[in-house]
Protein backbone atom coordinates (compact mmCIF):
# COMPACT_ATOMS: atom_id res chain seq x y z
CA UNK A 1 0.00 0.00 0.00
CA UNK A 2 2.72 1.85 0.96
CA UNK A 3 4.57 1.28 -1.96
CA UNK A 4 2.05 1.68 -4.35
CA UNK A 5 1.33 5.53 -2.87
CA UNK A 6 4.13 6.81 -3.41
CA UNK A 7 4.78 5.20 -7.28
CA UNK A 8 1.77 7.45 -7.29
CA UNK A 9 3.07 10.37 -6.03
CA UNK A 10 6.20 10.03 -8.86
CA UNK A 11 3.80 10.00 -12.02
CA UNK A 12 2.27 12.84 -10.43
CA UNK A 13 5.47 14.50 -10.23
CA UNK A 14 6.54 13.62 -13.44
CA UNK A 15 2.86 14.36 -14.77
CA UNK A 16 3.21 18.14 -13.46
CA UNK A 17 6.70 18.45 -14.35
CA UNK A 18 5.69 17.31 -18.22
CA UNK A 19 2.73 20.59 -18.22
CA UNK A 20 5.23 22.46 -16.59
CA UNK A 21 7.41 22.25 -19.53
CA UNK A 22 4.73 21.55 -22.08
CA UNK A 23 3.51 25.12 -21.62
CA UNK A 24 6.88 26.89 -21.06
CA UNK A 25 6.32 27.72 -17.68
CA UNK A 26 9.54 29.25 -16.32
CA UNK A 27 11.23 31.25 -14.04
CA UNK A 28 13.29 33.54 -16.25
CA UNK A 29 13.01 37.20 -15.76
CA UNK A 30 10.33 39.25 -18.02
CA UNK A 31 12.53 40.91 -20.64
CA UNK A 32 10.29 44.10 -20.19
CA UNK A 33 9.69 44.11 -17.07
CA UNK A 34 11.74 41.45 -14.82
CA UNK A 35 8.58 40.24 -13.63
CA UNK A 36 8.62 36.02 -13.29
CA UNK A 37 6.69 33.72 -13.90
CA UNK A 38 7.65 34.34 -17.61
CA UNK A 39 6.59 32.10 -20.76
CA UNK A 40 9.30 31.44 -22.93
CA UNK A 41 8.61 32.63 -26.61
CA UNK A 42 11.03 31.23 -29.68
CA UNK A 43 13.26 34.34 -31.66
CA UNK A 44 12.85 33.57 -35.93
CA UNK A 45 16.52 33.87 -34.90
CA UNK A 46 16.09 30.69 -32.74
CA UNK A 47 16.77 32.41 -29.37
CA UNK A 48 14.15 32.03 -26.58
CA UNK A 49 13.06 35.02 -24.88
CA UNK A 50 11.09 35.48 -21.96
CA UNK A 51 7.96 37.71 -21.15
CA UNK A 52 5.52 37.67 -18.34
CA UNK A 53 1.82 37.33 -18.73
CA UNK A 54 1.05 41.21 -18.45
CA UNK A 55 3.72 42.23 -20.95
CA UNK A 56 2.47 39.66 -23.40
CA UNK A 57 -1.44 39.90 -22.85
CA UNK A 58 -1.96 43.21 -24.57
CA UNK A 59 -1.80 43.84 -28.25
CA UNK A 60 1.18 46.58 -28.92
CA UNK A 61 -0.64 48.50 -31.86
CA UNK A 62 -4.12 48.97 -30.58
CA UNK A 63 -4.28 47.60 -26.67
CA UNK A 64 -6.61 44.69 -27.69
CA UNK A 65 -6.02 40.79 -25.89
CA UNK A 66 -3.25 39.58 -28.21
CA UNK A 67 -3.24 35.97 -29.54
CA UNK A 68 -0.25 36.16 -31.78
CA UNK A 69 3.12 37.11 -31.11
CA UNK A 70 6.35 37.92 -33.91
CA UNK A 71 9.45 38.57 -33.77
CA UNK A 72 11.53 41.65 -34.29
CA UNK A 73 15.25 42.23 -33.38
CA UNK A 74 15.98 41.60 -30.10
CA UNK A 75 12.53 40.85 -29.03
CA UNK A 76 8.96 39.15 -29.71
CA UNK A 77 6.06 42.11 -30.44
CA UNK A 78 2.58 40.76 -29.23
CA UNK A 79 -0.63 42.13 -31.09
CA UNK A 80 -4.07 40.82 -31.77
CA UNK A 81 -5.68 39.12 -34.65
CA UNK A 82 -6.59 41.73 -36.55
CA UNK A 83 -3.20 43.85 -36.25
CA UNK A 84 -1.22 40.37 -36.89
CA UNK A 85 -2.90 40.57 -39.92
CA UNK A 86 -2.26 43.61 -41.47
CA UNK A 87 1.45 43.07 -40.46
CA UNK A 88 0.83 39.56 -42.59
CA UNK A 89 -0.37 41.81 -45.70
CA UNK A 90 2.99 44.22 -45.28
CA UNK A 91 5.21 41.41 -44.81
CA UNK A 92 6.64 42.65 -41.60
CA UNK A 93 6.31 39.02 -39.87
CA UNK A 94 7.46 35.62 -40.86
ZN1 LIG B 1 6.78 41.74 -18.10
ZN1 LIG C 1 -4.15 45.03 -32.29
Same mark, same amino acid.
Given at each position: MKRESKAILCLLIIAALTILLATG #????? #??? #? /???PTKIYKHSSGEKYAYCNNCS?? #???? /????DRHYSVYAGIRFVCEDCYQQLEEYGWVD
Amino acid at each position: MKRESKAILCLLIIAALTILLATG #CSSEP #CEN #C /GRTPTKIYKHSSGEKYAYCNNCSSE #CDLC /GDDADRHYSVYAGIRFVCEDCYQQLEEYGWVD
